[in-house]
Structures are given as C-alpha cells and as structure tokens.
C-alpha cells in the first residue's frame, strides 16, 4: 500500500503542472552535483557489488552483462 | 552562491538543455556530443568481514577479498557522435559458504568452501552514441570474460525530449548471452557447463519540477533463462527461469545557501521466486568550494526471503537453496565521497561501509549465519582533455 501511494504521488508529480522552467533558467538544474549518476566508475562498481550480495538487481537502465560473482 | 538568472548566454543554454535530458543511466549530455574528451581510472579495495566461529564451523574464516582496476573513456566523435569505452579487470580471493549445516545445538551454521577461490575478470564495454536535436540513440556492445564465466551483452538505449525541454522519454532493452563452466577441484559443482539468456527493457521519464528540482520515474522487466542455480553452492537447485520487474524514482534538488545537491533515489523490486525488495539511497553533493566537493552518502536495503529458501535447504522439494543473498535481511551502507579539482584534472576518494543483519529488514525470516559485512576504499583520477 505503502509503495503504491508513494509511486502514485510521484507519477502525479511528474503529471501535475510544474512550473515551467525556461532554458535559461536552468543552471542549477546543469551544476555537477545535479547528475544522475555523478561518477560512473563509482556508479558501476557499487551496482555490481550491490547485486553480487543481494537478491535484486536492475532499475537504473536495461539489464547488462551477468558475471559469475560471489 | 547565487544563481545567475536570465542570463541567455547560448553556451549556457546548451549546456542546460542537455544537461536535463541525462538518462539515469547516462553520464553523457543528451543531445550533444561532449564538448571534450575526458578519461578516468580508478582501483577500489574491495574486503569482506571474516565469518566468525560462532557462525561457522571449524572456527572463522576469511571471506572474499578483491582488487578492482577501472578504466573510462570518453570521447566526441565527428560532429554528432560519441564513443565510450570502460573497461574493468578484478583480481579476487577468498572463501565463500558452501552450505549451511546445524549444529550440536540446533542453531545453523555455515560450511565454507575451505580452499581458496581464486578468479580473474575482464569486463570490456564499448558505447556508441548518436545526437539528435531533441535526444540521442546509443548502441553497447560488452564482454566480461572470467576462468569461469563469459557473458556477451548488447543494449539499446534512446532519449527524445519534449518541445519545451521539460519533460525527457527513455527507453532501452538488452540481451546477454553467459555461459559457465565451473572451476574444479575447490568444492564439487552443480554442473559442468551451462547457459543463461537474459532480456531486459526499461522506460523511463524524466521530468524538470522547478529551477532546483528535478524527478524521474523508471519501469524494467528482466527475464533471465537458464542455468540460474549457483553450481558451487552444495545444497542449491533453482528454476531456471525468473522474471524480474522494477519500479524506480529520483529526486534532485539544489540548495543554493548550502551549495550542495540532495539526491534521493528508490527502488521497488518484484519477481516470481516471491522475492521483493526495497532500496532508498540518499546523498548529499557538497561544494565546499569550486575545487573540492564532499559527498556523504546512505543506503538501505531490504528484502523478503525467496520461496525456496532455508537455512537448512528442504532437499525433498524441487526447487531449494540456502544460500543467504536469498534470505531475509535488512542492510544499511553508509560512506563518504571527497573530490578535488586541480586544472584539467580530479583526484577523488572514497569509503563504504555495508553491513546486514535479518533483523533490520522489514520483512521477517529465518537469519542465515551467511549475511555478510565488507569494506569498499577507492581512489580515483580523471582528466578532461580541454
């Protein structure tokens, strides 16, 4: 119930009639620490780790490769 | 710092646009190839906490121990394409469970695999990328090759932009061919050669909130086909097939008086072996100054106990493992990320502390004496070529 309400509040989120930010408004919405993914050796390292202990995997982008970790 | 508003400054604009159309998996602008070339290495320690006595028969035992060397590359290519290439070797060591046993007093306990495993992997990833106006295709293309594990991999990714730049539309899918043939000799194996094929698709949307703010919203189906039980692990039989979905959203606001970026990211996972999950990551992107930037960072982690597991692994059923990244548990990691620019170049550092127990999990189980606690350090250097 939990993660239904809080996936349908962000989906509303995204709908709702947000501001509308024009091109030249966006510089801080462009600084570095506003990036998706700030490092991406970091970024890849940590999510294979993640899913070498874990049971779950995924949700950042379609699968990649599998490897043998354990 | 305060921002500069209404500045039209065309340099800006392009970089703003671009900037807001990154896919959650890109580090790439989204309609423009990168400006300059940029490389990077990295080598982290990766060091899993010994298993004590208590947990495991015939005393402790180390755990696995591995050394990662990473490479990037980015580079512009032309005039409306890019080409990345990462590649990874890892050099491990160490001993992880074979099967869990129960002791004189009834409580569980593990048996490691004794002898040393040692392993080698090379991961090669090479992306190519397209710009368009309002977006960008790419196609990768990677090869992990281990003494026992291949997979060969390819994805499709696309990001279109709306009209007005507010809102961003991705999608990609993958395929991956791997194929085992298990080391002999450490711990008899559960096979001798085997197979699995795994397709995945993923959409998403990204969508601009405010001039601070920032969310996405991603759906991913995975289904993997094959040989999916673990072949060193003594007591494990699996089905061979599993079918994946995840629900994911990201949060991005700057705080101007604090010159810092809070980064709240979830993740919902589901599949049909009855195991769900819950991830929430949080980090908070200091600039101290316009050279160094501090990032402190947590995560949390829970998740319910496949169907098919126990602690002593009911091998009267059909499917059954007791292998404990199928168990119940709850983790938190923690860490801290310090980068320093100095011209063209960054030097960055960092450590995470990942730790589980079954009790910090929302969802209840039996404890697997497997759970395992390890340490990450790395060190970093990147250049931009300008």
Known sequence: MTVKTAAAGLVLVLLCGCETVQPWERGLLAKEGMQWTPDIMDARLRSQIYASKEASSGGAGAAGGGCGCN | MAA????????????????????????????????????GMQYSKYKEDDITGKKAFGGGSERFDIDVAQFHLLAPVLDDWSVAVDVAWEDMSGASPWFVGESASGDPKVIMSGASIEDNRTEVSVTTRYYFDRGNGGLSLTYSDEDDYESKAAALDGAFNSADGMTTYSGAISYSDDHIDPTQGAVPTNTTSASKDIYSAWAGVTRIVSKRAIVRFGLSYTYRDGFLTDPYKFRDSRPDERKEWVASGGYRRYFEEQNSALHVDYRYFNDDWDVQSHTLDVAWVWDYSPAVTYTPFIRYYTQHEAEFFNNLAQRDQRYFADDYRLSAFGAFSYGLRASRKIQNWEVSVDAERYQTDESWGVFSGEESPGLVDFWRYGIGLNYIFK
């Open chain 2, 4 to 39: 500069q508003k209404n500045d039209r400054n065309p340099a800006l604009m392009a970089l703003t646009s671009s900037a807001l159309l990154l896919p959650a998996y890109q580090t790439v602008q989204a309609d423009a190839p990168p400006e300059f070339a940029e490389a």
